[in-house]
Structures are given as structure tokens and as C-alpha cells.
């Protein structure tokens, strides 16, 4: 599993990032600075720092806890898009943050991971990141983002019909993925599941209220403000999987992350159907109001 399918899984997805991206994406925040600055803080600070917070509350044990902040450091997964995209969000402005968040990534997630090790399981801990099988799993994060760029370049329509075979097998991957971790660890998955299901439940929604709530306090346009509350509230749990199982070494470090990609999809998906109402019951009623 962790060799073959974890592999695929994340270059699937990460290829079908890049099938979407092109170059001028990464100079898009120049036009929104507000939203994707506060985006990316509430991305790389505020959520981590809720996430000790829930950890603290629950009394969660070290190993799942540093899993918890491996979740919490990872960056915004390519399901934030299709979100987004169905509650009526700027999903150009999704697809340019999970690009630079994964960037990022490279050096923000090791930092958080660290400290989270050194703070549950002591300084001393055997446990920690092996730096050569990190660049080797970011690898395999960026290198397909770049290739579906460069097939995005050559043949736009191409890109365009394969976004949603992509899609689809990333989707498949991903849970063929989840139940693998979730089976290695199946002796003590009710015990994982019932501690590490409400943390996971109780981030997504906070980091959802949170991805939205602060960029409409600060006033940032309602599509920018949905795009911002699914790229903090969707994260790329086959990363954090990678990296807990092929550069730490540790199983129940990725429970949290298979844990939460079964359970994100509830109230992802039941805010997303919710926003999409909205918007097209606004629609619908400016029309009337033409007529």
C-alpha cells in the first residue's frame, strides 16, 4: 500500500492540480491580496494553533496528536476545488492557493511536525522526519503538478477532457488509500476511530467557520470568502498518509489523516450544498425581481 497505491494516489491528485494551473495562476493573488493573505494565514498559523487546542481539550495520546498537527500542516487538497466550485466560490482563487499552500508546504509542515514531536513525544523521541524520504514524497507532490502544467500548455483541450477522468481516479485512489491505513491498524481502528473521529470532525468545522468567517469580517468578497473556507477546510490527507507512514515510519500517526478524509466529506459537502442553494436561490429571485 504504502509503496504502490500512496505513490499513485498522490500523484493523481497533484496531476490533476496541474491540469488546471498554469503559470499566470501564481500571479492571480496579486489581484485578491486581502483574501489569499488571509487565506494562507488561517492555512499556516491560526488552524495549527486551534489544533493543539483540540488536541489539549480531548486529551488525545502523543503519537495521534503529532498525527493531528501532520493533518493540520498539511495544505489544501484538490477536493477543495470541486467544493468550492459547487457552492458557488472563486475557484480560480482555490486552484492558485492549494498551488502555493503546497509549495509552502515544503517548508511550513516540517517545522510544525517537528515541533509537535518534540512537544508530545520529548525531544528525545526515536520518532522524527527522515529529511530524504521528505523531498522524496514532496517530489512526488510537485513533480506531477508541473507535468499536468506543461500538458495543460501543449493542449488545453486535452487538459480540459481529462480533468474529470482525473478527478474520478484520484477519488477511487484515495479511498483504496484511506482503507488500507485504516485495515493496518484494524485492531484498534474503534478505539482510533471514536478519538480521533470527533477531533477530526470538530477541525473541519471550525477550520470551515474559520476559512470563511475571517475573510468576511474583513470584508473580502462572498466568492473569495467560500474559496477560502474549503481550501483551510479540505486538506490533502494522502500527503499527510505519505508522510506519516513513509518518512516517519508510524502507523497510527496516519490514522488521523485516513480518519479524516472518510469524515471531511460530510460537512464539506453539506456546507457546499448549502452555499450552492443559496446562491442559486439569490439567482433566481434577481431574475423575478428583472422580470
Do not use: C
Request: aromatic share 6%; hydrophobic share 60%; glycine share 10%.
Amino acid at each position: 500500500m504504502t509503496t504502490v497505491f500512496l505513490p499513485i494516489a498522490l500523484g493523481i491528485i497533484m496531476f490533476g492540480l496541474g491540469l488546471n494551473l498554469t503559470v499566470a495562476d501564481f500571479t492571480r493573488v496579486a489581484k485578491v491580496p486581502k483574501a489569499a493573505f488571509l487565506a494562507l494565514l488561517t492555512q499556516i498559523v491560526i488552524l495549527p494553533v486551534l489544533t493543539i487546542g483540540i488536541i489539549w481539550v480531548l486529551d488525545l495520546s502523543p503519537v495521534l496528536a503529532v498525527g493531528m498537527m501532520l493533518l493540520a500542516a498539511s495544505p489544501g487538497g484538490s477536493t477543495a476545488n470541486i467544493l468550492s466550485h459547487l457552492a458557488g466560490g472563486d475557484v480560480a482563487l482555490n486552484i492558485t492557493l492549494t498551488a502555493i499552500n503546497s509549495v509552502l508546504a515544503i517548508v511550513t509542515l516540517p517545522i510544525v511536525v517537528n515541533l509537535a514531536i518534540d512537544a508530545y513525544l520529548g525531544a528525545g523521541s526515536e520518532v522524527g522526519m527522515q529529511t530524504g524520504k521528505l523531498l522524496m514524497v514532496f517530489a512526488t507532490v510537485l513533480i506531477p503538478v508541473v507535468i499536468g502544467m506543461a500538458v495543460r500548455k501543449g493542449n488545453r483541450a486535452f487538459a480540459d477532457r481529462m480533468a474529470k477522468p482525473v478527478r474520478i481516479a484520484s477519488v477511487i485512489v484515495l479511498g483504496i488509500v484511506i482503507f488500507g491505513t485504516l485495515m493496518s491498524v484494524r485492531e484498534n481502528i474503534g478505539e482510533y476511530f471514536a478519538a480521533v473521529g470527533v477531533a477530526t470532525a470538530i477541525m473541519v468545522l471550525l477550520s470551515l467557520a474559520l476559512g470563511y468567517g475571517i475573510p468576511r469580517l474583513a470584508k473580502v468578497g462572498q466568492p473569495q470568502a467560500v474559496a477560502s473556507a474549503f481550501e483551510v477546510g479540505i486538506h490533502n490527507a494522502a500527503l499527510a498518509i505519505a508522510v506519516a507512514l513513509t518518512v516517519i515510519g508510524n502507523e497510527q500517526m496516519a490514522v488521523p489523516g485516513a480518519v479524516y478524509g472518510f469524515i471531511m466529506f460530510i460537512p464539506a459537502g453539506a456546507l457546499a450544498w448549502y452555499l450552492g442553494r443559496k446562491r442559486r436561490a439569490a439567482a433566481d429571485q434577481r431574475v423575478s425581481v428583472t422580470v
